[in-house]
Structures are given as C-alpha cells and as structure tokens.
DNA sequence: TATTCATGCCCGTACCGCTCC
DNA sequence: GGGAGCGGTACGGGCATGAAT
C-alpha cells in the first residue's frame, strides 16, 4: 500500500480511504490513486485488512458428507448468496450426527475465522446446541423451536401423500432416510399425519441412508409385496433407487406402483418415467438464511419484520409428472401406456399448490 | 495469546513455540501452556498468523458454474484432499470461458490469499494463461503441454466409441457439451480416432451444453432417425437426457439405441436400464492435483519422481451395466428382454480395461 | 547448551490532528 | 469557526530473530 501511495504521491492513509471507500476523498486524488493501484496491480491483504477491522466477511456452513444433490444445491445456493452480498464462505463437513462432531466443525469453522454460522446439518433434538460466541441460522427442521430458520418438512410428506390418496392408493408406504435425521423424521411425520387423516392403515417405514443404493434394497422389499401400490420416498435418490428394484422386479412404474420423491434434482424430470416429487427452494431457503445471518451481523439490532422468514417463500410444492397414476383397478396393466407429457424443455411438470 | 501467557506463567512467545510447534520447550511448561489454552479456551487468530508467516494454508480452486454431478466431484474431492493436508479450499466461479472470467476468478483468489490455484474450468487453447505469483495445477487437457496434471479425456471417447463398435453397431453418434470445452473436444476427437480406425462413417456431433436438458433436445433428433443404433454422450446427464427422449420417442434403450455415458455418477448405477459409463477416478485424479499444488508449494525443489503423475491411476474406466447391446439384427426389437443383471448392491457392473 | 524473554515487523485501519479555504 | 481533505501514529495478534538467563 506504501508503494502505491508513493505512486500517487499520497499517504498510505488515502489510499486505505479510496479503497475502503469510506472517508471523504477529492475526485482528482481518488483518481490517482485508482491509477496507482491498476499500474502496480495492487490488491489489498485480506488478512492485515481483517487483522485491523475485526472482521472477515466470511460466514461458514456445516454441511454433511453426503454427495447427495439436495446438499450440494444448498451448498451452492449459500455460495451465491454469500458472494451476492460480498461474504466469502467456509465449509465445514461432519461424518456423523453427534454433538462432538457438531462442535469440532464449528471450532473448525471459528479458527477460519467465520462471523457465523448457517447449520445444514441434522441436530437432532437430544444434541440440541448452539455455538456460543457467533450467530448461527439452520436450515433445521422447526420442531424444536430454537433455530431462526425453517422449511416446513411436515408439509412435504403430507403434500406427497395426499397426492397419491387422491390418486385413489389405498394406503402409501414409506421410504426415507436415517430416522436422526430430522428432515427425514418430520417427513415421516407429514406422511404419517396424512395417512391417519384419511383414516387409512399405516405400514411400516423403511428407513436407510439417503443413496440410490438403500432406496434400491429399500425398493427390493416393497416390490415382493403386491399390495403396494404407492411410495413416497423422502429424495429422489431413493426414488430413483426405488424405481430401479420395481423395474428389476418387473413392476411398471406407474401403472403398477406410484412413487413420489423429494427436492426434484435435474435429472428428475428426465427420468422414465419422468419422477413426480416435491420441490423444496433450495435457492430461496439458502438464500433467505444467508440473508438473515448478515442481517444479523451487521445490524444486531434486528430489522424488525425482515427477519421474519416469509413463509411462503419457503413452502415446498408438488411437481405433478408421469411417475404417478391412479392405481390399476383390474389385475393386469403391464402395457405401456403413458408417453410422458412433458414439454420439449423437460423441466416441466404440472405445479400444484 | 497473552492471556493463556499470563496464565500459564510464561511469555507469549513461549506460547506462539508451543502452538506452533517450533522451537525447543520444556515439558512441564508445554504443559502448563497447553492446560491455560484449555482453560481459556483459546484459538489462534489465523488472520494474525498468516499476517506473521505469510502463509495462509489455503488453496483456491476455479469451477465452473455448471451443477452438474462431475464438478461437484471435484470440488468435493478437492475439498477431502485439502483437509487431509491441513489446507483449507476456497472456490471461485466462472461463468464465462473467456480469459477475462478467469482472470477475474483468479483475482479473486489472489485477494482471498490462496497460495496456489487448481483450475478445473474449461480454457481453450487460445486463452492459454496461467495466473501470474503462484503455482497452478490444471485439470485440464493435456494438449496444450503446459498445465501439470491432465486426465486422458480422449481415451473417455475412444473406451466408450470401441465398446459401441465391439457390440456390432454400424457406427456411433456423438451427444456433447460445448465444443469450447477442451473436455468436449478431446472427448470427440477420441470418439472420431475410433470410428476412423474402425473405418466406419463419422456422423455429426451434436453440441449443447451439459445439462440433461441438452441432452433430450439433442436426444430428440437422434430418435428421429431411425438408423441410429449407438450413442455416446459426453455426460451421464446429457445421457439421461438422451435416453428419456429415446423412450418419449418409444425407441427402447438398449434394444434398439445402445447409450454410453461418462462419470459414472451415483444414479447410474440405478436407472432403468443402468447406465453403461465412462468412469472418472475422479477422486484419485483430485488428491492427485492437491498433492501436486501443495508439494510445489512446501518444497518447490520438486520431488523428484514424486511429481510426474502416475497415469495409470487416472486412467478412465468402463463400466458396462445395461444400458448397451448389440444393435438389433431384425426389424424389431420391441420386448423389454433384459432385466438387468445388476448385483443387489447396485453399483456393480462388470469392469472393463 | 537448553530455555525463555524482549523487540521489531507483517499490512492494513481507526483515530486524532493538522492544514487550508 | 467549521468542514473538506489529507497525514501521522498507534494499534490488531501473531512469529522471527537475537539477546539473556
């Protein structure tokens, strides 16, 4: 910074102003400076930079291992929203769902010296916790009550289940990932309550983790049972695993069997048949949580309304494709006999609710 | 740090040599200042410490916006291979493949203070750079010579294009992502070298980009045509693009039309049929690239034999699944014959070359 | 010789002070 | 007198170095 105020043939102390843009600093001088600083190529030291103000810009996210693809469209959807306001962002991953593990990524994350937190991670309920010392957003589910941001979980087992009782399944059977997770929980949750709504039998859930691999052993199971005719499977890698024992076990999907996913990934709406499952905006959400953890950041004294979540927003919502029907009436129904719908750009869906 | 020297009884440059682990100290006093950090709770500030050494442990990686399953791969094996070597990772976007993107991303980086780049994005040959200050390792092409670590992207084509040719297909067409991806090109050029050597006619290559999307527009025109047998996408996505077009059009995979694709991706594995694919180590290829940045970065009198990269662990692979067979002699061809002979763990597929 | 301490420096920014009109 | 415009100094929290015990 020396050197370039030598340049322009100022104090190092304009240059800081002109670059931090705060101080008030004459057009020509500014000028000069901006001149200095492209010639010499200087760009200034984070690190010094944040030595002297305290902060960093930088926020963290606790994140799973998984590869599934709802974790990586949160991931990239805090990065976007993270660089649209000018943070940077550090991610930190746990391999299991206990506290300590919690705890030595936050730790991980403070030492890289993030301003706070967003936590995408399952908490469960027992291990409820907070790090102290910096704010922290989840992406958790509401039931505990804590967390400052929420996406209604319940409502995407409910809104995929009443889809497939509407359709005229007697019953829906459920295939979801590990029971401490509390997304996959509340799902259940959503499923459960619209079964018993409808006044129908409740089967068992099969729960495993969340990879096309356990909804295809997962989809074994179901497939040797005749008597079903609908899943809901809490992500479209389970759907996608599912469908795949069906298709091995020569159940037509859907003419035989129904099946409803969750978060619609791409590739959903290119699937054969193309998959019917509830879209959850992961842009939005991740985008709505960054937002309020600056917000929190830079003006603790919160900005009244803004920081409550606009729930609408947030609401997931049903994308209606070919991977649903009405279950067949007769005993046959092996024929073929949707060719998909779906417009030339495949990303439609009929959008319900 | 003067706290926790205070403390422990000692000055705070014993306790820098303790933290650091440089420098010769007594036991009983590492002790003493390892309890008083304990009890304090202490954690170095890290903008300080690289403020003092100049090192900042962090290195930056340049993607692509693209979500695709591949890139995500890569930074995720970035992401696993930095944390092994203490380093922490950060990634900048480019959204353009022009210099000037790169140039910025690279800016970007510089000002985050990374000490070495990885560039996974696409730079064509005519905007062969490199950023100028710090090592970068490439997982690029190799046939721009410079870049140091490179994936043999036109064995990919020529695997997938042999295999094609072995089943008794006439000839293949080719699916692509945007012919200014060297990934793209070097991926056709091995399809083209195969047909050639084979002696067979080149058909047009399709170009769009790497979505599914594409992948079913391109798809589309390809079902028209009634003398197209075989088909290699340049991604699983494009793949299962093309392959929902196929069976909008009613042209069953593979009884009909064989497709190949390439990643190797989770899902493959289970759709229906599975996909017969081009595997990427991309994990091995990954640490690789860290290993190569960080052990230019600590002893830049590189390590002898250490730094030539071990082809054959990035050698690509395929996995042949269900997705592929030979053309169909007669004029038919309708029945779904095979189920898919895929172990229960669903990742299988038999593994050739 | 084995440890420990004291000082300067890394590179910015905050704060205060000084000059001018 | 007051404000625009700029400079000087004192840090921030560590580490390197040489001096001291």
Redesign the interface.
Known sequence: MADVAQAAGVSAQTVSRVLSGRGIVRDSTRAAVDDAVRRLGY??????R??ATGR?RRLGIILTES?S?AR??VE?GA?AAC?RLGY?L??A?VSTTGIRSLRRAA?QL????VEGIIVAAPVTARDRWTPKGFPVVSLDDASAGSPEFVTDQRAIGRLATEHLLELGHRTVWCVCGPAQWPEAKARVEGWHAALTAAGVVVPEVLHGDW???E???MG?LLAEDPSVTGIFAASD?LA??A??AL??A?RAVPDEVSVVGVDDI??A????P?LTTVRQPFARLTDAAVRLLVSKLEHRAASAGDDGLDTQLTRPSLIVRSSTAAPASGTDGTHRSR??Q?D????GGRRVR
Chains 1, 2 share one sequence.
């Not at 760009?43 to 010094?48: C, I, R």
């Not at 709406?269 to 054969?272: E, Q, R, V, W, Y």
């Open positions: 760009q200034p030291n984070l690190a010094a944040t030595l960093t590869t693809t990586i469209m990239a990065q660089r940077r550090t991610s991953v730790d403070r030492s890289d010296g990879t096309p691999h909804g295809y052993r074994r890698e996608i695993g469908m795949h298709w091995d020569g791409p590739i709406a290119h699937l054969c193309p060719v998909a779906v030339a750009s495949g990303a």
